[in-house]
């Protein structure tokens, strides 16, 4: 069992969510998840932001959902968008308050900082692009630690590259868009993602993990 299975699980879309929020229903949609550190704002959320723009030149139909995962963020995700001097934001973006799990669950795609809400969208069976960057001597102790090639759960679990990573000096729009266009225009290439991402979350199990954790420590104390 995993713990953000059962969230997953427990977890009901807002069926007034898309018209609350003013969403259109016509639209390809694709989540823009900056991450819930101010560092993380401001080294990945611009990548993604020309990412998204340079979408927009061949594929004008896609409607840009944004989390905002704390309200104390919004004022750095607003600053970061006015930087970008994205024309037309209100007719192509919105930017909204937490909710992330009912922006995972209407889009086809998600741009995302690696981390915990990266594992979740792809155990929601959304295939995901995750970014990341460090300042370059973390990166580099961390380079000498890292015993893995990759750093998204889904990947470390499969033990092979499942959904994509832009790490560093990768994370440039030139190679994110190319995969954001491929899940959006070619439907066996995001079918087979999904279905990856469906046997690495069934490979998880179900249940309690902390019930059966539990047993299992009362079992070996013979209690």
């Known amino acids: 069992g995993h713990w953000i299975i059962n969230k997953i699980k427990e977890f009901q879309p807002d069926k007034d969510f898309q018209t609350e929020n003013n969403i259109p229903e016509n639209r390809d949609l694709v989540a823009l998840l900056p991450g819930s550190r101010e560092n993380e704002i401001k080294w990945i959320f611009p990548t993604m932001l020309?990412?998204?723009?340079?979408?927009?030149?061949?594929?004008?139909?896609?409607?840009?959902?944004?989390?905002?995962?704390?309200?104390?963020?919004?004022?750095?995700?607003?600053?970061?968008?006015?930087?970008?001097?994205?024309?037309?934001?209100?007719?192509?973006?919105?930017?909204?308050?937490?909710?992330?799990?009912?922006?995972?669950?209407?889009?086809?795609?998600?741009?995302?900082?690696?981390?915990?809400a990266a594992f979740e969208a792809a155990l929601m069976e959304k295939p995901i692009l995750v970014l990341y960057r460090l300042n370059y001597i973390s990166f580099f102790l961390a380079r000498i630690a890292m015993k893995i090639p990759f750093i998204n759960l889904a990947n470390i679990i499969a033990q092979r590259r499942i959904v994509q990573e832009f790490?560093?000096?990768?994370?440039?729009?030139?190679?994110?868009?190319?995969?954001?266009?491929?899940?959006?225009?070619?439907?066996?290439?995001?079918?087979?993602?999904?279905?990856?991402?469906?046997?690495?979350?069934?490979?998880?199990?179900?249940?309690?993990?902390?019930?059966?954790?539990?047993?299992?420590?009362?079992?070996?104390?013979?209690?």
């Not at 139909?61 to 607003?78: G, M, T, W």
């Not at 560093?168 to 030139?174: N, R």
């Not at 991402?197 to 070996?220: F, M, P, Q």
């Open 50 to 116: 020309n990412s998204a723009e340079d979408i927009r030149k061949t594929h004008p139909n896609v409607f840009f959902l944004i989390s905002c995962a704390r309200p104390n963020l919004k004022e750095l995700l607003q600053n970061a968008i006015r930087k970008a001097g994205i024309k037309n934001f209100d007719q192509n973006y919105r930017l909204i308050d937490e909710s992330m799990y009912d922006i995972v669950n209407l889009s086809k795609v998600v741009l995302v900082t690696s981390g915990t």
């Open 167 to 223: 790490i560093q000096y990768q994370m440039t729009p030139e190679r994110i868009v190319p995969w954001a266009e491929k899940y959006l225009d070619d439907q066996n290439a995001y079918q087979k993602t999904v279905n990856d991402l469906k046997e690495v979350k069934a490979s998880l199990g179900e249940g309690d993990l902390g019930t059966k954790a539990a047993k299992e420590i009362l079992c070996l104390l013979n209690l």
